[in-house]
């Protein structure tokens, strides 16, 4: 079975190389950028501005494959399915941020951890009633999780 996906538009954002970026949208509060929708799909924003925050899926064009990756939150290898690396088999990233206003095809949004020029996947609302679930565990990212806020990206997924 063959897969393709076309980018329904570009992620801008202040972060031009990987090393120095949030690990997570924690750790990107207040970091502000744009997401261009390609202008053929403006219609598909109707209602989309009653949202606080919406789910980024995108590309991490940037990347390459890997089945075992050292996160940034550890210093063990993992298999890249138990982390959030952006060596994928498949390379598909995925962020919550908040929407701050969208004007024609381009969205403001706020707290991105996103590397500037990302191709956009898609777009769908955040919606606490379906996407908050009481957790019983957390892996290896028990201990470490909280850190997403104040750890940045270095060179190891170049």
Known sequence: ???ILEPI???????????GMP????????IRGNVVLNSDLTNG????????????????????????????????????FATRAPKRPNQIGISVVKL???????????NVDIINGTPLLDIKPYVPAFDIYETQKCGWLEHTGENARIIRTDSRFK
Request: charged share 20%; net charge negative; glycine share 8%.
């Open 100 to 110: 701050l206003s969208i004007k024609e095809n381009v969205l403001e949004i706020e």
């Open 23 to 30: 690990v997570q949208p924690a750790g990107a509060a207040g």
């Open 45 to 80: 924003l109707l209602d989309l501005d009653g949202f606080s925050h919406i789910y980024l899926i995108y590309y991490f064009h940037k990347s390459e494959e890997s089945l075992r990756v050292t996160p940034f939150l550890d210093n063990r290898v993992h298999g890249v």
């Open 1 to 3: 079975m063959q897969i």
């Open 9 to 19: 538009g570009i992620i801008q954002t202040p972060f031009t190389q990987s090393k």
